[in-house]
C-alpha cells in the first residue's frame, strides 16, 4: 500500500508526462497489454489515454488494466490514467 506522500510525489512526477500508451476504438487488445507492460517495465509510472465511449466502460478498462499488470492507479483525470508500478530490477 502506497502511502498519500508517496501518492502526492507520484502525481506532481506524472504532471509533465505525456501518455505513453493510447487505446482507442479496438479497445483492450493484446497489443495494448503489451505496450503497457513494457512501459512499466521500462518506465514504472506512465499516463495511458483510455477512450471509451462512457464512463462505465472507462472505468472497466482502467481496472482491467491494473489488476492484469498489477500496477496502482495514482490518478485518473478525464481519459488520463497513470498508473505506477515498482520495477523489481
Known amino acids: 500500500m502506497l502511502t498519500r506522500s508517496f501518492i502526492r510525489n507520484l502525481i506532481t512526477k506524472a504532471h509533465p508526462l505525456r501518455p505513453v500508451v493510447l487505446i482507442g476504438n479496438k ?3 493484446p497489443q495494448v497489454h503489451n505496450e503497457v507492460e513494457a512501459a512499466l517495465l521500462a518506465h514504472e ?3 495511458v489515454r483510455v477512450n471509451a465511449p462512457t464512463r462505465e466502460a472507462r472505468q472497466e478498462m482502467i481496472k482491467e ?3 492484469f499488470h ?3 492507479v495514482v490518478q485518473t483525470v478525464g481519459h488520463i490514467l497513470v498508473l505506477y508500478r515498482v520495477n523489481e530490477e
Open 27 to 29: 479497445g483492450l487488445t
Open 65 to 67: 488494466i491494473a489488476d
Open 70 to 72: 498489477h500496477a496502482t
Open 45 to 47: 509510472l506512465i499516463k
